[in-house]
C-alpha cells in the first residue's frame, strides 16, 4: 500500500507477504500483536531490521491480502500520529470492501480525515497512484528482478546443475523500498495534477518527468542463457489448483475451466 500527497511526499510503504499462521492460538495471537503476524524467528532474523533500517511496516497473513485489521493500522501509523491531528485531509481511496469499514469511517472523522471513494474502474484517471506512480515503479521493480536473475547466472558454474533462487523477503523489501524511493517527487505530484485534483502550476509539463522515467531492461539474454542453462522447460503440462490460490483466483481459474 502506497501513500504520497499533492506536494509529492512519499510516506513508507505497507507491505504484506503470505505466511501460514501458527497453529497454536496463543503463540498466532502474540505474532500478531507483537510482531505484525510473523515468528519470533523470522522478526529477529530478517523482518526487524528492515523495518528499522527503511520504517517500511511489513506484515503477514495467510492470503497476502489487504483485510480491515491491516487497514486499521495503516491509518494509525499514517495518519493516527501526525503533528497537527486538527488539520483536515481528504484522502482518495479505492472502493475496495478491506478498506471502507464502519470503524474506519467512524476512526478517520475523529482524526479529520475526509475519505473519497475512487469509483470502480475509474482508478485510471482518478487515482494519483495508477495514474502516473504505478508505471515508473513497476519499471524499476522489475528492472530489480532482471538484475537479480542475470546476477544468478553471471556466476554460476556450468559443471553444475543450475539452480534458480529465488529473492527472499528481505530482497523484496529492499527492492520496494529503493524503488519507491527513487520515484521523483515531480511523479508524485504530476499524478494528482493528470486527475485534475490540483491545478498546474506556471511552467510546469510533463516533460520533467519523462527525462527521468526509467527505462525498461531488455530480458532476452536472460531467456536465452536460461535456456543453455536447462533452467526452462519448453514444455506446458496439465494445470491444476493448489493450496496457493486464493478463494478469489480460485473461482476465476474454475469459470475458465469449466468454459
Request: proline share 4%; with cysteine.
Amino acid at each position: 500500500m502506497l501513500l504520497g500527497d499533492s506536494l509529492g511526499e512519499k510516506y513508507p510503504p505497507f507491505v504484506v507477504f503470505k505466511v501460514k499462521p501458527s497453529k497454536i492460538q496463543d503463540t498466532q495471537k502474540e505474532n500478531e500483536n507483537e510482531r505484525h503476524g510473523f515468528s519470533l524467528l523470522m522478526w529477529n532474523k530478517h523482518i526487524q531490521k528492515v523495518q528499522n533500517d527503511t520504517n517500511m511496516q511489513v506484515y503477514t497473513n495467510a492470503k497476502r491480502w489487504w483485510d480491515r485489521h491491516l487497514t486499521m493500522r495503516f491509518f494509525k501509523f499514517q495518519f493516527g500520529n501526525r503533528p497537527n491531528l486538527l488539520e483536515p485531509i481528504l484522502l482518495l481511496l479505492d472502493d475496495f470492501s478491506g478498506l471502507w469499514i464502519d470503524e474506519l469511517v467512524e476512526y478517520t472523522k475523529s482524526i479529520k480525515v475526509t475519505l473519497l471513494k475512487i469509483p470502480p474502474n475509474a482508478t485510471s484517471v482518478c487515482q494519483p497512484a495508477d495514474a502516473n506512480w504505478n508505471g515508473p515503479l513497476k519499471v524499476r521493480q522489475r528492472n530489480k528482478w532482471i538484475e537479480s536473475l542475470r546476477e544468478q547466472l553471471r556466476v554460476r558454474n556450468p559443471e553444475v546443475a543450475f539452480k534458480l533462487k529465488t529473492s527472499d523477503r528481505t530482497e523484496l523489501c529492499k527492492w520496494i523500498f529503493s524503488t519507491w524511493s527513487a520515484v521523483a517527487t515531480s511523479t508524485i505530484a504530476a499524478g494528482f495534477r493528470k486527475c485534475g485534483l490540483i491545478e498546474r502550476g506556471c511552467g510546469e509539463n510533463e516533460e520533467t518527468e519523462a527525462e527521468t522515467a526509467p527505462v525498461q531492461e531488455n530480458a532476452d539474454d536472460i531467456v536465452h542463457e536460461m535456456l543453455r542453462a536447462g533452467a526452462l522447460d519448453m514444455e506446458v503440462g496439465e494445470f491444476c489448483l493448489d493450496d496457493d490460490f486464493d478463494d478469489m483466483f480460485r473461482s476465476v481459474a474454475d469459470s475458465n475451466l469449466q468454459q
